[in-house]
């Protein structure tokens, strides 16, 4: 499952990346590393912008970048 998939306020688990990409090194660097909580705190319309929260650090991402991660659910 990837993480726009998930539902807003669902906790899931990053199971890594879906490709090696430049943004790969990034996000771990932002804390998106595998075995780590991630949640979607909010999803803007029209393919906009994720509201995500890994641990206690919330972030933004692109919709094409967070279809990069791999997650399952708890």
Known sequence: MLLT???VGINAVVEGF???TDYNNRLM???IKKNK???VVRKSKFNGPLHI?????QL????QIA???KI???
Do not use: F
């Open 60 to 63: 933004m991402l692109r919709n």
């Open 37 to 39: 909580k991630i949640k």
């Open 67 to 69: 279809k990069l991660i």
């Open 5 to 7: 998939e998930l539902n």
């Open 53 to 57: 929260e890994v641990g206690t650090t």
């Open 18 to 20: 879906t490709s090696k």
């Open 29 to 31: 660097a932002l804390g």
């Open 72 to 74: 399952s659910h708890l």
